[in-house]
């Protein structure tokens, strides 16, 4: 089973920015399940809501609300994932939960991850 250590969140101002880090352990390659990673969030009180995509192709998908703001990218040596979050609102403030190992996919997005990390809290003052 993929392990995975987020970390990076904090509490920032509305238009700051912040660069989240999940460090993955156990992944021997990407190669399983076209390799899609992603970067989900839940806000109290609410559903658990995608943000980021990414596979081991460089496909990327992002939810309409942080598209333009958010950028999720890979180090493949390290096994690390990042998801840069720049102009922060409000509504940004959630758990950040990084996940791997896609079991259901197609080519264009991941439907169902089987590993997930703890999380790491993003609060965003306005």
């Known amino acids: 089973q993929v392990q995975m250590v987020e970390s990076g969140g904090g509490s920032v101002q509305a238009g700051e920015s912040l660069r989240l880090t999940c460090a993955l352990s156990?992944?021997?390659?990407?190669?399983?399940?076209?390799?899609?990673l992603g970067w989900f969030r839940q806000a109290q009180g609410k559903e658990r809501e995608r943000v980021a995509l990414?596979?081991?192709?460089?496909?990327?998908v992002y939810a309409d609300s942080v598209k333009d703001r958010f950028t999720i990218s890979t180090d493949d040596a390290k096994k690390t994932s990042y998801l840069q979050m720049n102009h922060l609102k409000h509504e940004d403030t959630a758990m950040y939960y990084c996940?791997?190992?896609?079991?259901?996919?197609?080519?264009?997005?991941?439907?169902?991850?089987?590993?997930w990390g703890q999380g790491t809290q993003v609060t965003v003052s306005s």
């Open positions: 996940s791997y190992f896609c079991v259901r996919y197609s080519v264009n997005e991941c439907f169902d991850f089987r590993d």
């Open positions: 156990g992944v021997t390659s990407w190669s399983y399940g076209m390799g899609w």
């Open positions: 990414i596979n081991r192709d460089g496909r990327r």
